[in-house]
């Protein structure tokens, strides 16, 4: 494949050389198997369920999620929390990869990087679909609109997203350019991106946290707890996706040297996944011990409050995925190479398990009961499904497309 | 190995500028908007000092307030229609002038001929407590002073008191028309308006109007959830 | 197409690809542009005027008027009525506070249904900015308490906590907006730009008062039961996607009236006033009574008292 990078001359200018960069990697990153294909292909469908889910709850008002006033926020939220900690794992690839040196790490790093973009995409997307009014989604533009910097965490949340869409965008197309002419990179040109998007990928969840962890009001919430736990499980949930990626990676492209970073990974969540336990226990040490009306939120996640169950079976579910995925990262046999199977079900498991301990799990309960106590239950309706798993479509177009384009570095990771 | 530890070092002090810039701009703007005077934030406390040397339109109400007031004294409707098909009303006094008050009667229980049925559930007063047996188109005070049906308050007001000083001071009773008075007149019930002399205690309701809460009509709500 | 694979582009192979590509973004773009085809609709119901329009304090004189008309006109349109929307600003010298005395109010719920009609709110949800807790003697627990209450009142065992916006001076759903549509005015009056507003219910889950509502859907109000006496930063009818809350009736009380849910008390338990005036009912009030504010500990300094006699 590296026969269709053409080497532009060393004097091109960069004016001409990136657009034709772009083509060529857009051309490749659409070229594939039928099985490539048809993946795209089916993405693509799902994805346009969701965007005519979201064009009906448009048109329609809101009236179409099973949203209430007293809960708010539900499954776009939810998601939009998890994405952020998705496209913040994504750094646990570099820290290894830059900080310590880790040469075989050096060469996948650009997978963390993609997914962070992928992430930081949907991200957007979820926080469109949740609002009532994207049409004036321009209010939110400095300089045009009128944007509540620094007192609205929501501003800060903005910023530092896009800052780490733009960052990881940089540091990719740099490379891949670099690549695609045939140089090497200068370190002077992405190192310090590199140490900024690392500092950058933590304020993007500790912003995220301060959104929810910030409001008095919100007994859930308000904990200092939040950051830190929002943090572990990003370290869960993005270096799980990476090891399930990279074991595909490997089986469909037969790209190599990526054993050694599933076993970094692995070793990663390890530590993360008991980290993430240990904050979980704490909390609800803290909430169960001391009672009162703080635990009533906690009481209705894990036990049902007045006979509404709505989240039990989720948090259960949750803790069960949990426990099981980290039980299965500690068994040192895990990284056996006859046991990848296990692996992926372990990250999978870990995965999902995030997924509604950071979602369904901490976005609803922060609302019930509600602030005057009334509990009114949530189920996501069928629109919401559609929208959200639309979404979920699109990220994982990007990624692919994204991880194809990237395929060539992959494969030749000793050209730089 | 100095080149690692030079990189954490760097990356260690990048952070804590980043973190501390952010920090202190994000709280100096946030002092900045506190103090806006635009936003008016003072506490209460605060407030009730700078208004008490600092008086604020209390002068020149051009409005009044305007307390309702009972027609006159009651008029007893008669049984049955004259020849010519009229009803007609009578006053207190066509009957008391001619019978002779029983001071200390304090129920209906004991009545044959007229308020059968009147419940009366006010404190252990008697009748004449309040309605005046020398005149019984008007009320009278426990001193004995002769009070107008009209000016039924004065009446209650003898005892109770802390009701009548929190009325005068629009506490009690409720009000239309203006909080302003510079605007417009501010009307007020009295207190027979809402409270009956006979059995004064305020009546039960009937809840008629819910809000439902998407998705969430009352009759799914469990009552029994508490 | 992927039966073979090519080492080298070969240049015929290459231009029937980008062909068989290039017809597939194009059906990818057809199936988009009939996936979002729902936002035609939307967006036919939103004029230029309306998307272009600046936030409410940067308008100009002529800016507002303009608005103004324009919302009357649309307002005539969809629900067939002559509105006047007023632009009502705060009295100079004047702070609004609302007291509540608990020992009178019985919890039969007419301001509930008078905030309904004088707001113009949704008819088919029963909307109101007033949510009232029943609650059991004894216990200030709001845990304990039960908005959906109904039947004869008072019970004996309970007591009624009528809730709405507390006009914090502290207001977190100010602080907490992303775009600035909802700030304090000079009267205390925290209010939104329903014309401004985003719709993503950040304010909704700050405060802590349960005080904001959104509109999930147009607001259907029949007629002949539209409130024409409206303001624009009050009761007129809302758009949809946009957040709400209680105004303290600022077309009525900056005006000097008394906001709908007190007038409708038919136990007087509610009392308004500037807390500026010495004189005014409410300073008698906090004076005199023991007065207390719901939810202290958390900082919000409401401009709403309640008490008990
Ligand atoms: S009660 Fe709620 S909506 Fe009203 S000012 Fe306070 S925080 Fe804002
Ligand atoms: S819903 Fe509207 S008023 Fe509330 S925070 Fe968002 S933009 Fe501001």
Redesign the pocket.
């Known amino acids: 494949m590296s026969s269709l990078t053409a080497t532009p001359s060393e004097n091109e200018s960069h004016i001409t050389s990136y657009p034709k960069f772009v083509g060529r990697s857009l051309w490749l990153a659409t070229e594939g198997s039928l099985a490539f294909y048809a993946w795209m292909t089916m993405l693509t469908a799902v994805f346009l369920v969701g965007a005519n889910a979201w064009a009906n709850q448009v048109a329609g008002g809101m009236i179409g999620t099973n949203m209430t006033d007293q809960v708010s926020w539900g499954l776009y939220i939810a998601n939009f929390t998890f994405m952020v900690g998705l496209a913040a794992g994504g750094v646990m690839m570099v820290i290894p990869a830059y900080l310590y040196h880790d040469r075989k790490m050096h060469d996948v790093v650009i997978i963390g990087e993609l997914l962070a973009i992928a992430a930081i995409v949907m991200c957007l997307m979820f926080v469109v679909a949740d609002l009532?009014r994207p049409d004036r989604f321009w209010h939110l533009l400095p300089l045009i609109g009128k944007f509540n910097f620094p007192i609205s965490m929501l501003t800060w949340d903005v910023i530092v997203l896009n800052g780490y869409l733009l960052l990881n965008l940089h540091i990719c197309g740099y490379l891949l350019y670099m690549r695609f002419l045939g140089r090497k990179p200068n370190p002077t040109w992405y190192i310090p991106f590199v140490m900024l998007s690392i500092v950058w990928a933590i304020s993007i969840h500790t912003i995220t946290a301060f959104l929810y962890c910030g409001l008095g009001g919100r007994p859930f919430w308000n904990t200092a707890l939040l950051a830190p736990r929002f943090l572990a499980s990003a370290f869960v949930s993005g270096p799980a996706f990476i090891i399930v990626a990279m074991v595909f990676i490997k089986r469909i492209t037969g790209v190599g040297g990526l054993d050694q970073p599933i076993a970094t990974l692995t070793k990663i969540i390890r530590v993360t996944i008991l980290i993430n336990l240990l904050m979980v226990a704490s909390e609800l040490f803290t909430e169960f011990y001391t009672g009162g009306s703080h635990a009533s939120a906690a009481k209705y996640l894990f036990f049902g409050l007045h006979g509404k169950t709505a989240l039990v079976p989720w948090t259960w579910t949750a803790i069960g995925l949990n426990l099981t995925a980290a039980a299965l990262f500690l068994w040192p046999g895990l990284l056996a190479f006859r046991w990848r199977p296990l692996l992926v079900a372990a990250c999978c498991m870990a995965f999902v398990g995030a997924w509604i301990e950071k979602g369904m799990g901490l976005i609803i309960p922060g609302f019930v009961p509600s602030t005057l106590h009334e509990i009114v239950e949530y189920v996501p309706s069928q629109l919401e499904w559609k929208v959200t798993v639309g979404i979920w479509a699109f990220g994982l177009m990007v990624f692919t497309i994204a991880i194809k384009t990237a395929l060539p570095t992959l494969k030749n990771p000793a050209k730089y | 190995m100095k080149k690692l530890k030079l990189r954490i070092t760097n990356l260690v002090f990048a952070t804590t500028v980043f973190l501390v810039v952010i920090m202190t701009f994000g709280l100096y703007l946030k002092r900045a908007e506190r103090g806006n005077p635009h936003h008016d934030r003072a506490d209460v406390r605060g407030l009730l000092q700078v208004a008490n040397d600092d008086k604020v339109e209390s002068d020149d109400k051009a409005f009044a307030v305007v307390v309702h007031r009972p027609a006159g004294p009651p008029r007893v409707a008669l049984a049955g229609v004259d020849p010519q098909g009229r009803r007609g009303e009578v006053a207190c006094s066509t009957c008391h002038s001619v019978r002779k008050a029983n001071l200390e009667n304090k129920t209906t229980d004991t009545l044959n001929e007229f308020h059968e049925g009147l419940v009366v559930n006010h404190g252990k007063l008697a009748c004449y407590a309040c309605h005046n047996p020398d005149d019984s188109d008007s009320l009278r005070l426990a001193d004995g002073t002769n009070v107008a049906y009209q000016d039924v308050m004065t009446l209650c007001s003898q005892c109770h008191g802390q009701q009548a000083t929190a009325f005068a001071h629009g506490a009690h009773g409720g009000m239309n028309g203006h909080w302003d008075l510079t605007r417009g007149p501010q009307m007020k019930n009295n207190c027979v308006d809402c409270h009956d002399p006979h059995s004064p205690s305020f009546p039960s309701m009937i809840v008629d109007f819910k809000p439902k809460d998407r998705f969430n009509a009352p009759a799914e709500h469990d009552q029994e959830g508490q | 197409m992927a039966e073979q694979k090519p080492s080298l582009p070969v240049v015929e192979n290459f231009s029937r690809r980008a062909a068989v590509k290039g017809a597939f973004a194009t059906l990818g773009a057809g199936a988009f542009v009939a996936a979002v085809s729902p936002l035609r609709q939307a967006a036919k119901n939103s004029t230029a005027a309306e998307f272009m329009q600046q936030h409410y304090q940067e308008l100009t004189a002529e800016q507002k008027a303009e608005v103004i008309a324009r919302l009357e006109e649309e307002a005539k349109e969809n629900y067939g009525v002559d509105v006047q929307i007023a632009d009502d600003r705060p009295i100079p010298n004047t702070k609004f506070v609302y007291a509540i005395n608990l020992s009178v109010c019985n919890g039969n719920g007419k301001c509930v249904e008078a905030c309904h009609k004088e707001n113009n709110h949704d008819r088919d949800t029963n909307q109101s900015y007033i949510r009232v807790l029943e609650m059991p003697k004894g216990t200030m627990d709001m845990e304990q308490g039960s908005t959906t209450y109904s039947g004869a009142v008072p019970k004996d065992d309970k007591f009624y906590l009528p809730v709405q916006c507390q006009q914090c001076d502290e207001p977190p759903?100010v602080d907490?907006?992303?775009?600035k549509?909802?700030w304090k005015e000079e009267d205390g009056i925290v209010v939104?730009d329903y014309n401004w507003?985003?719709?993503?219910?950040?304010?909704?889950a700050a405060c802590p008062y349960h005080a904001?509502r959104f509109n999930w859907k147009q607001p259907t109000v029949p007629p002949e039961d539209v409130n024409p006496d409206q303001s624009y930063l009050s009761n007129r009818i809302r758009p949809v996607g946009?957040?709400e809350k209680c105004t303290f009736c600022l077309h009525r009380t900056r005006r000097g009236k008394l906001p709908a849910c007190l007038e409708a008390c038919p136990t007087g338990a509610r009392v308004f006033g500037n807390i500026l005036d010495p004189d005014s009912s409410i300073r008698w009030i906090l004076n005199h009574k023991r007065v207390y504010i719901l939810k202290e500990e958390l900082g919000t300094k409401p401009a709403f008292f309640y008490y008990f006699d």
């Open positions: 009532g | 759903c907490v907006c992303p775009v549509a909802t939104v507003c985003i719709g993503c219910r950040y304010c909704e904001r946009v957040v």
